[in-house]
């Protein structure tokens, strides 16, 4: 008789085995990921150009899609070449962002909300997100193995074990 965890148990070792990998080598998986984007990006390119040359003739869309399909291709072409460079373009955009959402909180923590211990926790998450961006900006190479390491091999280990124990504590099927 099979065991009907099985397929999770199997899912759970491979997230395992990536999320140990990716810990061990963050560096070389910031590249993968850099490539894998910027292959997206130039496919991306590549699509809006094809709909640029089959759109009616004279269609604004057509030109818009053909300038930013050119960028994209450009874009993922130097992805491709230098995948640190588009790594650390890629973190600093993230910096950015998580500066903006920071002094927001803190600025609904401040003027917006009421009293009390939520608007607390908003101004010291948003001045968490702030530092965290500016460390970010300031060092995105590091940032940048932070990411992959967080989110990719933090969170697949998590994924496997959870897919592990699901698999064994799935229950056997009933002989008939």
Same mark, same amino acid.
């Given at each position: ?7 999770y ?5 491979l997230? &395992? ?30 699509? #809006?150009?094809? &709909? ?9 869309f ?15 072409v ?11 373009t890629l ?7 998580a ?8 600025w ?11 608007? #607390?926790?908003?101004? #010291?998450?948003g ?33 496997? $074990?959870?897919? $592990? ?12």
């Amino acid at each position: 008789m099979s065991q009907p965890g099985m397929p999770y148990i199997v899912r759970g070792v491979l997230a &395992l085995l990536l999320g140990i990998i990716v810990l061990f080598w963050p560096g070389l998986t910031v590249e993968v990921v850099a490539i894998l984007f910027a292959v997206f990006i130039l496919m991306n390119g590549l699509l #809006l150009v094809g &709909l640029s040359l089959v759109s009616p003739t004279g269609e604004s869309f057509g030109t818009a899609f053909l300038i930013l399909g050119i960028l994209l291709v450009i874009g993922g072409v130097f992805g491709v070449i230098n995948p640190i460079m588009t790594a650390i373009t890629l973190t600093i955009l993230i910096a950015i962002l998580a500066i903006i959402s920071g002094f927001s909180d803190i600025w609904v923590a401040l003027t917006v909300m009421g009293s009390g211990g939520v608007r #607390l926790l908003l101004g #010291l998450s948003g001045a968490l997100s702030v530092i965290l961006g500016a460390i970010f900006f300031i060092f995105p190479l590091l940032g940048a193995v932070i990411l992959v390491a967080v989110y990719i091999g933090i969170f697949a280990i998590a994924i496997g $074990i959870l897919s $592990i124990v699901q698999g064994i504590m799935m229950p056997k099927p009933q002989a008939a």
